[in-house]
């Protein structure tokens, strides 16, 4: 194994996937103590009130941790751990999709009180479509939980993939005593009160030893008879299952308490996947391979104010960044020379001097790259399968300021290269209208606007139901077609041609009049 191969084999790039409040920010919290990049947990995210109106605004009100939030690499044991935040609530589920295509295992939360929820159940199916293997916790031991018995079958019946449990919970709530490893016949005994340092909990060696009769008390008879049931009941672990997408070990936690997250954090470091290859057209892209190559996941505006940029994050897929290399930008054909990227090791935000792959680094964007862009050391590569998702709600933007129209397109621009709303000029007017997946997005956008480029904008209804991406092979035929349908015609933010279909009714028969032309609901990057 060449020096590069060992490297990267020690990289884990990683995401947690969890329904809102199952404790994904209290986890991420505990991860970054233990990988010692804050001293104090409750330093990185002052608690969210009830009047925070969702996880992009709490962000918002502390943007000095916006940038440290979207990535964070930290070393662990001999290991690199890069985990990349996905957005909390469901409007951004898109963003989450594309988070998702960057790292190479995924971390499930779940909470024990509520067991398997709605949006863990969507994103999980995200999950499998690459067979992204996947770890669980179960969270919030300390309060009194489900039948763990019954949130093992749920996983199994629920989320369509076999639950092998590596440890196993001492009771739950008042009567929770401790987690049990199953491999190891050693109990980690509960202790509260450690929640916001690192704490080196008691160890029993050994179910049947005095010491753990002593623990368990009037239970240790039952609690002994029901962990040789669950052995006899449950998956035996397999790594190759976990990482074929098809089996997850689970170990239980509180995360709250920092108990039970160093054991899991163990695990994940040791049974989750190195940095894996990326299907790309006109090949595949082993992680091994030693030329670089990477792709953009994610365009984020106005990250740190006093900076007022765009980074652009990418996945390096093979080989190394180092700074002051050159590489090609691939879409649009140019070599560029990248002295600046930025890192997130530690938290802060840094110049890189290497990166590998399963790495995710930071590119100062001016607006010259996209979603899905592929940098190399010269290759034609494209990556596939990080696709854009046509909007499903529409409203037209107006300025309360008319004189401020350049600064609106401009933001506008700007916000929607992250992918999460789109912009459409039409054709016909000069209406801009607005795109998005979900409700609060038009919100976000209302906001950072005022904030980031100073224009106070306002929605207006308009008769939009919606959008397709449309193309010809035949030039003759798309000159007809954009005759004939000129209204309904508009520009995405990147140029590219749309067709704005008030009614379903009316993209039916659009559909049916021009065979030769084909509308697509997404568009690959
Ligand atoms: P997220 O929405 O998934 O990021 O969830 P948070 O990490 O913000 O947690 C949601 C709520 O659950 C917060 O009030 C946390 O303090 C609480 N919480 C998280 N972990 C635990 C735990 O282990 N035990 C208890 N009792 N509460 C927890």
Redesign the pocket.
């Known amino acids: 194994m060449s020096q590069y191969q060992a490297a990267i084999a020690k990289r884990r790039t990683f995401a947690i996937i ?1 329904h ?7 986890v991420t919290e505990k991860l970054l103590l233990l990988g010692q990049l804050i001293q104090l947990a409750g330093s990185v995210k002052g608690k ?1 009130g009830p009047h925070a109106r969702s996880d992009w605004m709490a962000m918002e009100q502390e943007r000095g941790i916006s940038v440290t939030s979207s990535v964070m690499q930290f070393p662990y044991h001999d290991r690199v751990v890069n985990l990349l935040d996905t957005p ?1 609530h469901e409007d951004f589920s898109e963003d989450t999709y594309r988070v998702l295509t960057a790292v190479d295992s995924a971390l499930m939360v779940i909470d024990g009180a509520k067991g398997v929820e709605d949006r863990t159940v969507k994103l999980m199916n995200v999950c499998r479509l690459r067979d992204t293997p996947i770890l669980s916790f179960i ?2 031991l ?2 009194d939980i489900r039948d763990p018995v019954e949130v093992m079958d749920e996983i199994e019946e629920v989320l369509n993939i076999a639950a092998a449990p590596i440890n196993w919970p001492l009771g739950s709530g008042s009567l929770f005593r401790g987690i049990y490893n199953l491999y190891t016949d050693t109990i980690t005994v509960f202790e509260s009160g450690f929640g916001h340092t690192l704490h080196d909990f008691r160890e029993i060696k050994g179910l049947a030893s005095d010491e753990a009769t002593v623990l368990l008390g009037d239970e240790a008879d039952a609690i002994r008879d029901e962990i040789e049931l669950v052995r006899g009941a449950t998956h035996v672990f397999d790594r190759d299952a976990y990482l074929a997408g098809k089996q997850t070990p689970v170990f239980f936690g ?4 920092n108990f039970g997250v160093k054991e899991m954090l163990d695990g994940f470091v040791e049974y989750a996947p190195a940095p894996q290859s990326r299907e790309a057209e006109p090949r595949k892209v082993e992680a091994s391979e030693e030329t670089f190559s990477g792709f953009v996941f994610k365009i984020q505006a106005n990250m740190d104010p006093k900076h007022r940029d765009r980074i652009a994050f990418m996945r390096v897929c093979s080989g190394a960044y180092s700074k002051g290399m050159k590489m090609r930008h691939v879409r649009i054909g140019k070599d560029v020379k990248i002295a600046d990227a930025v890192t997130f090791l530690a938290g802060d935000r840094e110049q890189v001097v290497e990166a590998l792959a399963g790495d995710i680094i930071g590119l100062h964007n001016h607006g010259t790259i996209q979603i899905g862009d592929a940098f190399t050391e010269g290759e034609e590569l494209k990556f596939t399968g990080i696709p854009n998702f046509a909007p499903e709600l529409f409203r037209r933007i107006r300025l309360k300021d008319p004189l401020k129209t350049k600064q609106l397109q401009k933001g506008l621009q700007q916000l929607s290269e992250e992918g999460s709303t789109q912009v459409f000029f039409p054709m016909a007017n000069n209406d801009l209208i607005v795109g998005a997946v979900g409700v609060l997005q038009f919100e976000v956008v209302a906001y950072r606007l005022k904030d980031e480029y100073k224009v106070d904008a306002i929605y207006e209804p308009i008769s939009v139901n919606s959008a397709r991406w449309v193309d010809c092979k035949d030039p003759k035929k798309f000159e007809e077609f954009k005759r004939k349908c000129h209204d309904n015609l508009a520009l995405d933010g990147s140029g590219h041609l749309t067709y704005l279909a008030p009614t379903r009714v009316n993209l039916s028969l659009a559909e049916e009049r021009h065979p030769d032309v084909r509308f697509r609901a997404t568009r690959e990057h």
């Open positions: 969890s809102p409040d199952a404790g994904k920010t209290t969210r909390g969270n919030k300390d309060r509180t995360a709250l308490s």
